[in-house]
């Protein structure tokens, strides 16, 4: 009971600090009042934390008669003075406020914090979204990559930089200091964005390793006993093999194109013998779709969809028959890459290239071809057995992909692949007889 009346009165201290802060008066103490709502803020817990950010949502929001009146004006005479209070008033009022909030010590981590609580709140209060977005809008302008710093993160680096690492690792985990270790030795390199006002909190950060050819496999690079490679001029790819975000509240701000880009430019600055960037992927959702029947009609070009690809799918899916099936049993059954036939080796490869060339501009296309194909990257081969680990087998029944990025044509890779066009090599072709 004690514990209800005192979260009542810090969502009352709250909501009250919010709206001195923008009021008029609060523009010139802004710092204090802005301590004082991120102080509230944080005593809060989770079911008032939810009305803190409904009350944000409702009372924050555009005055939608206004915004009305605005439009009509501008719509009747386009001039300067009706643009600039079109602009003004579909802004909600919220923005300003959080504008504010990021003035104070430690203002733009609460933002962010604010933000990870809301995302948690989404999929139950939609009515939220609009104040999401705000946020989202104001912290990719904060967060924006001319404001980060890119520093190689090695083993000198501060322990609780280390230690983050580790723990955010998302793609292939870290299996302790003796296998971070290994992951920053000469032959190895890892890079992380900073901001000004989180200096010894990485965002995202991506793994690298200097290799002389392009890796098929990925346990080779993530073996914690392999020997490191110490000869530079035996270094001819670099092989980016994980990307991880360290900060659920900047989801949907994008950096990780901006650091694979840069981190390309410093390696080949550093290695100018360095001629070939790639990454070594893994493939989530691909056995869901397989086992899903790969159906391909949710893409707008369906209906035009060429012959032989229909066909090629449908015989795959004939000798695979995992249509419906339950693909986790399948693997229950000793199912291994080493081991089944070369016309099931075969089919799920054909799939799979019809799955990334054909499947993913769609809704449910693959996420991680989205992001390197949409940063400018060229689909460039498909392995067999790239990853044998659990999960490797999961998703993806082992499968991997290299994506490479040739930095004289990124820019005109992203243009094409906004338009629709899936760039990708003669090897991939062939897989879907095109």
């Known amino acids: 009971m004690l514990e209800k009346i005192a979260q009542t009165r810090y969502l009352s201290r709250a909501n009250s600090a919010v ?32 009305k803190f950010f409904m009350m944000l949502a409702e009372q924050f929001n555009i005055d939608a008669e206004q915004l009305t009146k605005a439009a009509q004006s501008f719509a009747a005479d386009p001039n300067a003075r009706n643009y600039i209070r079109l602009q003004k008033i579909s802004e909600s009022p919220r ?86 270790r290994r992951r920053l030795q000469p032959d190895r390199r890892c890079f992380a964005f900073f901001h000004p006002q989180l200096p010894d909190e990485p965002l995202i950060f991506v793994e690298v390793a200097l290799l002389p050819e392009i890796p098929v496999a990925i346990m080779p690079l993530v073996d914690k006993k392999s020997i490191p490679v110490e000869q530079t001029n035996q270094f001819k790819v670099a092989a980016f093999y994980s990307i991880s975000n360290c900060e659920s509240g900047l989801r949907g701000v994008s950096m990780g194109n901006f650091l ?42 369906s209906d035009k969809m060429k012959p032989a690809i229909r066909k090629a799918r ?41 799955y990334l060339t054909v499947v993913t501009p769609s809704r449910d296309g693959n996420p991680v071809a989205k992001f390197h194909l949409g940063n400018g990257a060229k689909l460039h081969q498909i392995n067999w057995a790239g990853d044998l680990s659990k999960n490797g087998l999961r998703q993806s029944g082992g499968l991997m992909v290299n994506y490479l990025y040739d930095l004289s044509s990124v820019e005109e890779n992203h243009e094409r692949f906004v338009n629709g066009d899936i760039i990708y090599s003669r090897s991939v072709g062939k897989l879907i007889k095109t």
């Open 260 to 301: 694979i880009k840069r981190v390309a430019e410093q390696l080949h600055a550093e290695f100018p013998g360095l001629k070939t960037f790639v990454t070594l992927s893994p493939i989530p959702g691909l056995m869901e779709w397989i086992t899903d029947g790969a159906h391909l009609g949710d893409l707008p070009s």
């Open 95 to 180: 923005q300003e406020l959080l504008r504010r909030l990021n003035r104070a010590p430690g203002g733009t981590a609460a933002v962010v914090e604010m933000r990870r609580d809301l995302l948690t709140l989404l999929n139950k209060k939609p009515e939220l979204m609009g104040l999401d977005y705000d946020m989202r809008h104001l912290l990719s302008s904060w967060f924006n990559p001319g404001f980060l710093k890119m520093h190689r993160v090695d083993w000198k680096s501060p322990a609780e930089i280390l230690e983050k690492i580790i723990a955010h690792e998302a793609v292939h985990a870290i299996d302790g200091w003796d296998d971070l």
């Open 19 to 50: 709206r001195q802060l923008i009021s008029e008066r609060g523009e010139s103490n802004a710092v204090s009042m802005a301590l004082d709502v991120i102080s509230s803020y944080r005593k809060l817990n989770a079911d008032h934390r939810s």
């Open 314 to 354: 449908d015989e795959a899916l004939e000798l695979l028959k995992l249509n419906g099936a339950n693909w986790m049993d399948k693997l229950g059954k000793s199912w291994h890459p080493d081991q089944c036939s070369e016309d099931e080796k075969a089919a799920l490869i054909a799939l799979t290239a019809i």
